[in-house]
């Protein structure tokens, strides 16, 4: 049931109001006849065997070659129920999806579409893809308030948990959050030791962790504790000026 509930959200609550929507605006779209019937003999064939992984994957070829986005998603959505996707799947979607946002519904369905997805399918760049998301897109999280800042966080730790100690690929992680938390810090003007330490302790979880490039991290890290003391140290003599 859970799983259900979860789904409706990905599709959206109203799914009749967003089917006429969608209808009404795709009808503008132009479908080659042959492609058209091509849809529907693929329909006709899952109507009567729904189980049959090719078919369901050339229907979505063809919906995605035609643009009928909302077609498309309640095709996707009618594999989904049935079979796991695989990476390059879940990305096709996620990326139609995001290619298409125009409103804060579009957002949360989006996050739902990636949440759902990291639980199908362990994947360092669906991870990658969710972060970058969040710090584009999410409102909080672009306007860097203490929400976003926190609903980025726990983004991060929970791709952490899943992909921070995948050896050739996990780096990536770490340098998403690494960068974020060095955004929040060069925003107070690198003056603010709470935040420089909340840095530092991401730093420092990274490098106890087996690293592909362990010399260049330990390198670019004592380079950051260099420039980072100046930058204290300017800020607090800017603070005793005044």
């Known amino acids: 049931m859970a799983d259900e509930e979860q789904r409706d ?5 109203n799914g009749d109001d967003e089917e006429d929507d969608s209808s009404s605006s795709e009808e503008e779209v132009e479908v080659a006849p042959a492609d058209e019937k091509r849809i529907m003999n693929l329909e006709k064939q899952l109507e009567a ?3 049959v992984y090719d078919t369901h994957v050339q229907l979505i070829q063809v919906l995605r070659k035609c643009k009928l986005r909302e077609r498309l998603r309640q095709a996707r959505q009618r594999m989904h129920d049935l079979f796991p996707f695989n990476e390059n799947q879940w990305m096709d979607w996620i990326n139609d999806e995001m290619a298409a946002i125009s409103s ?4 949360d369905r989006i996050k739902a579409l990636f949440q759902l997805a990291v639980q199908d399918y362990v994947s360092v760049p ?3 893809s969710y972060l970058e998301f969040l710090k584009a897109v999410e409102p909080e999280v672009a306007g860097k308030t203490a929400a976003g800042a926190e609903c980025f966080r726990q983004a991060a730790e929970a791709a952490l948990t899943a992909a ?14 690494r ?8 925003a107070a003007g690198g003056g603010d030791e709470k935040q420089a330490e ?14 592909p490039a362990a010399a260049e991290l330990l390198a670019e890290y004592e380079a950051w504790e260099a420039s980072s ?14």
Do not use: C, T
């Open 9 to 13: 959200v990905d599709m959206g609550e």
């Open 49 to 51: 065997n729904p189980s």
């Open 104 to 107: 804060q519904d579009d957002i």
């Open 126 to 128: 669906i991870w990658e």
């Open 164 to 177: 921070g100690v995948h050896l050739a690929e996990g780096h990536h992680i770490w340098q998403l959050y």
């Open 179 to 186: 960068s974020f938390e060095q955004e929040l810090l060069d």
């Open 198 to 211: 909340r840095l530092r302790a991401v730093w420092h979880r990274q490098l106890q962790l087996p690293q």
């Open 229 to 242: 003391g100046k930058v204290r140290a300017a800020g607090r003599n800017r603070g005793r000026a005044r």
